[in-house]
């Protein structure tokens, strides 16, 4: 079945669906972007979990609920309610955490065939339903819902991707294999044997992704084009990028896709969180002059041994300097750190924060990464898993962050290199902040709506499915 809808009416505003998976780091840059499309002049819907509808109305948007994946983390990963073989697999991740960096993406490479293409038929029929009821005129698709990718490719409908980590999430020559980092910070040398293997496993889930896309779509859009290697599936439109431009990221092949690197997700003000963080700031800046937050993510937060020696190491290490720590569920086995210089709690209002402290300690997540050069905010990167890694090198290589290896963490490194990034901020840090200030959510919606009304509508033919009109070449490095 394919819908016959092509492109937005003159005599309205464009309706647009936002499709997040249901983990919270997605929700949230998503629920900013939606908002920034409603500012454009879109009618927008964001379609996730239920538990995100909060983000939605916040953003002044619509929203309707969409179930993409089995997995799910609405804050902290811990208590978020999921089946045992979910929890299970959040175990073993954590643990192998614990055994350094090929170790944890090995983990992710064997979970990655129950996460990314969870019943994927369950899914286009529910894309197929929602379209029917909100008949919107494009989507934005997270890139990482391979599921409504594909569905969307399927029922040929229009869509936009936003990539909500490292650029290379979308995989930019044939060589370059998704969960592989394409380059590794200088504290993280993984020994070419690790590699070898690390690069195996992802060939070897290339290859059995993109084997699932063709039986799906044959099955479903006989007469549509095939989809091609799965993991580089994405709109032939648009796609963009929750991330700064730096020169040095692989080059994109010249295309008729626009390439919309949009520097950060954070709303230009940040809604303040109440009196009792405000009096907990005040208390921490009243003991102390200077103030870190240490925030390792939903998922690795759960890691209080890392917390543990950052906190030691700074009260050790770094005089007059007052700490907030993110625990997660691990907040109570923390807690005995409370007192004049140390707050310990489970969850964070983490982007207010980052206008009122000095340094942050993060594990080179995107948000984390993307909110703290917004912020203009000095930086430790501890990466753990996924696209860190080249998140971290990235971050090391433009003067943004110091990077150390979480596995080899002790106290006095730890604390060893809070006192220097306190004493002197990293040098790269004025110039690439005032650069992503420049974009941001509001610069991304405009790109997006520009982009989706000059892309010349697509017709359904007997065989094939192709543009109507002049093609148009768009450079990929152009933006």
Not at 198 to 213: G, I, P, V
Request: charged content about 20%; proline content about 9%.
């Amino acid at each position: 079945m394919e819908f016959s809808r092509h492109g937005s009416r003159s005599d309205r505003a464009p309706r647009v669906v936002v499709v997040s998976p249901p983990f919270l780091s997605h929700a949230q840059p998503l629920s900013v972007l939606a908002g920034a499309l409603a500012r454009a002049g879109c009618e927008v819907h964001l379609a996730s979990a239920p538990a995100f509808a909060p983000l939605a109305e916040a953003a002044g948007a619509g929203f309707v609920p969409l179930t993409v994946t089995k997995n799910a983390n609405t804050g902290v990963a811990r208590r978020t309610a999921q089946s045992a073989r979910e929890a299970e697999r959040l175990a073993e991740f954590l643990g192998s955490t614990r055994h350094g960096a090929v170790a944890t993406l090995l983990t992710q490479s064997r979970h990655r065939a129950e996460d990314l293409l969870s019943e994927p038929e369950r899914v286009l029929t529910d894309v197929r339903a929602l379209h029917a009821r909100l008949a919107p005129d494009w989507y934005v698709v997270d890139q990482l819902s391979y599921p409504v990718t594909l569905a969307l490719h399927c029922l040929g409908l229009r869509y936009a991707t936003f990539c909500p980590g490292h650029p290379t999430y979308v995989p930019h020559a044939p060589d370059a294999l998704f969960g592989v980092p394409y380059a590794w910070p200088r504290a993280i040398r993984p020994a070419e044997e690790e590699l070898i293997e690390l690069r195996r496993a992802a060939r070897a889930n290339d290859t059995a992704f993109t084997e699932q896309f063709t039986t799906v779509a044959r099955a479903h859009a006989p007469a549509a084009r095939a989809p091609g290697r799965a993991f580089a599936l994405t709109s032939r439109q648009a796609v963009v990028f929750n991330y700064p431009r730096f020169p040095w990221l692989p080059e994109r092949p010249a295309c008729d896709t626009g390439f919309f690197y949009g520097g950060h997700c954070s709303p230009a003000r940040e809604t303040g969180p109440g009196p009792a963080w405000e009096a907990v700031v005040d208390r921490l800046r009243g003991s102390c002059g200077r103030l870190v937050l240490i925030a390792l993510g939903t998922f690795l937060s759960a890691r209080d041994d890392v917390l543990e020696v950052l906190v030691r190491g700074l009260l050790s290490q770094v005089p007059d300097t007052a700490v907030v720590v993110a625990a997660g569920d691990r907040a109570p086995a923390l807690a005995h750190w409370s007192g004049p210089r140390v707050h310990v709690a489970d969850v964070v209002p983490q982007r207010w924060l980052l206008g009122r402290v000095d340094a942050m300690v993060h594990h080179g997540g995107n948000n984390s990464f993307t909110e703290c050069l917004a912020s203009a905010t000095p930086a430790l990167v501890l990466p753990f898993s996924s696209d860190q890694f080249s998140i971290a090198h990235d971050a090391e290589r433009a003067g943004l962050a110091v990077c150390l290896d979480p596995s080899r963490l002790g106290p006095r490194t730890a604390g060893t290199a809070l006192r220097q990034l306190l004493a002197e901020p990293p040098a790269g840090l004025p110039r690439w902040s005032r650069a992503v200030r420049r974009r941001g959510p509001d610069w991304m919606a405009r790109m997006l709506v520009r982009k989706m009304a000059a892309s010349p509508p697509v017709v359904t033919r007997p065989g094939r499915r192709e543009p109507v009109g002049p093609a148009r070449r768009r450079d990929g490095r152009a933006s």
